[in-house]
């Protein structure tokens, strides 16, 4: 389940974004018990990253509306109906799960130049996809989703490798079956590659990475005009200044941290986005 669920998830990406992704991409950390099954996949794509959070779920949505509404439609989950389901796209639900899946790429908040790819109405040839996979029972024999929507929020902070819940013993550790090889570093274990490459954090800018967005479902299935104004809108130049931002308490706040000793260090130059 957990294989289509990458493969499913990596043509998306192809399709959306023109990202290719494969299980080598993507690290797998299991925390599962004999009651609860847990992965946690992250996906480390090349060169590109989510804006944020919040974007990544807007992305997961609305590739899984389907499955969605198919945990809010007894009637659906007759196999003949499914594939009429998978024409639907209307409604943005959250879901508490049973099973966990804290997935997907790293967070972005220092780029200095926005390379925006937006979801757009692209056509597939997967138009109605059966993803009647992804529904699995809940602790009350009610149907959910597979993957935990739950966790795309905000403020969010997510486990690390090798950390267990307050009060457990599980640890969250590398999958039999992940794919994933870090990169080797210079006096480094094996384990810190493995710890730095899950951090859910930001990243390094360059300027080949792309900085993938996805706006709320509303909005992504509105008419084409819509969308090529949003696009043509979310290209343009970052806000940026020098000296002072418009945040007084973040400045005060980064000059204590650039001051040693009498020296004061100073704001060059500050850029929004």
Known sequence: MVADLIKFIGRKLDEYYEIKCSAENILKLDSSTEEKYSCHLIFLLENAAFKNNIHIG???????????LLTKNKDAM???????????????????????????????CQNLKLNSYKISEKGTSEENPDLSFLIVNGKQGEKQLFVDLGVYTKNRNFRLYMSSKAGRTVILNIAEDNKFVPKPVNNSCKDQQYFLSSLICNVRFSDCLKILSCDNQEH????SLYLEDKISRSCLAPIEGCHCSPYPEIDNFVHTLIKKENVQGGIRRWNYF
């Open 58 to 68: 807007n992305f997961l949505r609305t590739i899984m509306q389907p499955a969605i």
């Open 78 to 108: 007759d196999p003949q109906n499914i594939n009429s389901v998978g024409r639907c796209y209307k409604t943005t639900i959250d879901l508490s799960t049973y099973l966990e899946n804290d997935s997907l790429v790293k967070d972005v």
């Open 220 to 223: 992504a299935r509105e008419p």
